[in-house]
């Protein structure tokens, strides 16, 4: 099973863990990127973040988002795939990205989870601004 969504509320790891539910997997791995409140520039200078801002080409994240999932399945042997990435605001604290897999075995799952994660930075349009304390911004994309 796949589940992909782009959402505009907060993600909360409870809302989709029943998802990679199977009774033939024995590992389910998650990952969370949670906005955070300092980030050190290239050139190693100390920024205070107040907020991110996630926006999308919608159908092409979707639709890149799922195959990417699908290559994860195959890659990986995974049972399920669950990848969520929220839009607009997402305060310090909030997650703006949920990835989880489960699979028959450990190292499947574990291993699956970095390489989705660097693939979905990588490819897939979704770009954010960052606006720091100062209310100075920034817009990020691999």
Known sequence: ??????????????DWSSKIDDPDTGAHAWFAGVTRRKTTTAAGAVRITKTLHYQAHESMAE???FQ??????QRYSLAAVVIVHRLGEVPIGQASVLVGCS??????AFAALPWMMDRLKADVPIWKRE????ESTEWIHP
């Open 131 to 134: 606006t720091y304390l100062d």
């Open 63 to 65: 639709a890149q988002l």
């Open 1 to 14: 099973m796949i589940f992909i969504r782009l959402v505009q509320t907060p993600i909360e790891l409870a």
């Open 68 to 73: 990417l999932a699908e290559e994860a399945k």
């Open 103 to 108: 699979s028959a075995h450990r190292r499947d």
